[in-house]
Each structure stands twice: as C-alpha cells, then as structure tokens.
C-alpha cells in the first residue's frame, strides 16, 4: 500500500482514508435524521498497533472466544488452536482491513452513554434489545447509499461477524487487490509477531478462510 496513506481526521476524532470522508459524514448526518448517533470507534489501525493486540492475546493478556463469544481456556489451546482463536475476533497484522483507512468501526454513542454501559462491540449491542439496536437496522437499509458495506458476515468465511464494521468499498478495493498470499507472507515474516513460526505454517488456510473470503474483488 502507498506510503503515507492519505488519512484525514473525523469528526470523532478518528483518522480515515480521506476518500471515504465525505460519504462517512454524510451518512452519520442521515443517521441524525433517524435518531441515531453514529460514532467511530475504530478507523484506521496501524500494522504497529495490531501486532500489540495479537501479541497480548497470544500471551493470554486478554481473553479468547469462539465465533459465538463464548471465552476458550486460554491454557487447553494448542499454539495452532490458539491462532485460529486470536482470528475470529481480531485480523491478522498485515491483513487487517483497518490498515487501508477504508474501514470504521461504528456504534451509537448517545444509546451506548445512555445504557450506563462502556461499547464492548458485541453482537448483542447491535441485536434487538441492545443499545445499537437503531443503527444496526440504519445500516441494512442505507449503508450502501454511502459506498459502506458489511463484509464480516455470515457464510462468508470464518470470521465472526461483525456488525459494527463497515467498508467503504470503492476506496477499499485497490488495497484489496494488493493482498495477495505472497505479499501477506513477506509482510508476516517481518512483524515482531508472537507465534511467528506457527502463523506461517498455516498460511495458506489463514489466508483461505480468514483473508481471502472477505475480498470484494
């Protein structure tokens, strides 16, 4: 990917591909008409910034959980049941679509200030009952009149779905076309990962179920 990326700030703070900003702010306006107060939690993340969370989630630092949220034993994983662990709710540094300024992580912020509750970013935020239940349905219905889509979802690969993360498709797409296996593996082989050895070992079905299926190109 191109060095500087040309990021820009949000009204949330958050930084952004600048070519995303003009449609993102446009749809938290309409989001404002249907009484949802749509925020970035999360904008573009640093391969540096990634490394640092898959690095305390292999030391056990912070917990793991299945794609059903449920948390794993930590100490009954093997070190290769512990990459796929990390994987189904945080990418893999390198393969992070946050890297490319493209995609945001969004909740309601009045709703979530409202429930006297800190956002956690899980599934029952966003389902019926749940703070963010308003801007969930905001999102199925108008995303794509903005260029935003849901690409964490089900039956697309092996990743837990997300309902918070949006993509901004057009912008996202020459950074798509650059994540291939081969350029995943050079990048991999030069982090200071934990887990190094065992992440390259199963590249191929990493890329295959957890990177592959979730480019639009």
């Not at 935020?125 to 749940?130: F, M």
């Not at 918070?164 to 296996?181: D, I, K, P, V």
């Amino acid at each position: 990917m191109p060095t500087p990326l040309p990021l820009i700030e949000t009204i949330d703070g958050q930084t952004v591909h600048r070519d995303i900003l003009a449609d993102l702010t446009a749809m938290q306006k309409a989001a404002r008409s249907f009484g949802v107060d749509m925020s970035v939690a999360s904008g573009f993340r640093s391969i540096e910034r990634q490394t640092v969370i898959w690095n305390a989630k292999w030391q056990g630092l912070k917990p793991l959980y299945d794609t059903d949220g449920v948390e794993l034993d930590f100490n009954a994983l093997s070190t290769t049941q512990r990459v796929f662990a990390i994987l189904n709710w945080s990418a893999l540094p390198g393969a992070s679509r946050h890297h490319w300024g493209t995609d945001v992580d969004v909740y309601d912020a009045d709703a979530i200030k409202e429930s006297g509750n800190s956002l956690q970013l899980i599934d029952k935020e966003y389902l019926p009952g749940g703070p963010c239940e308003g801007l969930y349905e905001f999102l199925k219905l108008h995303a794509n009149d903005y260029g935003f889509s849901h690409v964490y979802t089900h039956g697309r690969g092996k990743i837990a779905e997300e309902k918070w993360h949006l993509s901004h498709l057009r912008t996202a797409h020459f950074y798509e076309q650059q994540t291939t296996l081969s350029n995943v593996q050079t990048l991999i082989s030069s982090l200071d990962i934990l887990g190094k050895s065992v992440v390259l070992d199963n590249l191929e079905p990493i890329f295959k179920d957890y990177i592959a299926p979730y480019l639009t190109h």
